[in-house]
């Protein structure tokens, strides 16, 4: 059965089946008329309602709730649809295929998103931390976002953009009332103090880490010579056989990574080769090399060689406490048993006060790495407009800053983006 309205889309938006209860979203302008063909007539908008779900050519598919969503007022800004079936994989193809029957096509991943944000549902920066709430897998991590998923700090860039527009107007005034010859009215005094202050505001942003190293996790090595006891100290903090331990030097050749949680802080541990300048041989160097590269990438690092000899604020670490030849660290050292696990409460509690020192806080908006660079051109040109004598000049550096939060907030200059922020969403969101 064909239908003139090609470009309506459909996904799973619930969990991989089988499941409980499976969500199937509609978004476009043939949503009701599926919707109308499969449940025989739409329900009240926003209200669910029981339906008989049947194919015209296959019959009775499944007993599931319908909810019917009118557009602008629906969360991608178009007609949008539900289908709450049975999860199981079977009813799930069966609608699905009814949908394409129907002129549907399957959505491609972020699509739904996407659309809300072309609609004016939502900006750019609301869009961006709802694709990382879609990967976060900590409690700092959903602290961290919900306020910008939320539209908080999407709020406050355009407050601040209305400052800058305010004093835009206030140069402007000044400019005509310099040229009529002080005919005119009289300029807002203040406007440069303004902008400094926004300037301010926007500092502190700057200062929080990006929602990159949030999403990512703190980079955590693991480094110290062969047999210190660095592979089974990285099997123990992720409580699994995750890298070969043994007696023979060398065995790790190669930098092994694992994300972890620790105290609801998101981590990426790094376990690398032993380091050493003699008896390696070549594929043993390549580790070797890498290991050296993963220093220099680390947020952090565990250093379980002779102490001092790590890099310069190291984490000490006295490893295989449980040894007879153990050697005890100074003061601030921790001192750990991989086999008997002594020692690691410590450890991962100082992992945990490090992580939650270094990732953006609760209350804190993390924008990322593209958006910091946006806010601060923004900044640096409302520092020049505060500061400059001629108005001409200070004229259009406040034009700037405001063309940079207008593509922070995806106003302008997006198209060259979309793809990649889009393309990160499953499929049905």
Sequence with gaps: ??????????????GTPPCGVAIIRMSGAGSGRALNVLA??????????LRQIRDPQAGWLDEALVLWFPGPNSATGEDCAEIHCHGGRAVIRAIESSLSSLGLRQA???????RAFLNGRMDLLEAEALGDMLSAETELQRAVLASSAKGHASAEVAHWREAVLSASAA?????????????????RPGWRSEARR????????????????????????????????????FNAILDEAAAIVSPIAGTTRDAIERPVAIGGVPFLL????????????????????????ELARADVVLWLGPEGEGPTGAIEVASMIDAPAWQAK???????????G?????????????????????????????????????????????????LLIAGEALRQARHALDAMLGTVGTEDMLDSLFGRFCIGK
């Design 1 to 14: 059965m064909a239908t003139d309205t090609p470009d309506t889309i459909f996904a799973l938006s619930s």
């Design 40 to 49: 025989g007539r739409l329900p009240n908008p926003r209200q669910a309602s």
């Design 108 to 114: 491609e991943p972020g699509e739904f998103t996407r």
């Design 171 to 187: 140069v402007e005034q000044e400019l005509d009332f310099s040229d009529d010859d002080q005919d005119g009215i009289a300029p």
């Design 198 to 233: 926004v300037a301010d505001e926007m500092a502190a942003w700057l200062a929080v880490p990006p929602a990159e190293r949030l999403r990512e996790g703190l980079r955590v090595v693991l480094a110290g010579p062969p047999n210190s006891g660095k592979s089974s100290l």
């Design 270 to 293: 790094v376990d690398t080769a032993g380091l050493r300048d003699e008896g390696a041989d070549e594929i043993e160097r390549i580790g070797i090399s890498r290991a050296g590269q």
């Design 330 to 340: 100074g003061e601030g050292s921790l001192a750990v048993s991989a086999v008997t």
């Design 342 to 390: 002594e020692g690691l409460p410590r450890l991962m509690g100082r992992l945990s006060e490090v992580g939650r020192d270094r990732l953006p806080k609760p209350g804190q908006v993390a924008v990322s790495r593209r958006q910091k660079e946006r806010l601060q051109t923004a900044r640096l040109q409302l520092l020049e407009a505060a500061q400059v004598e001629d």
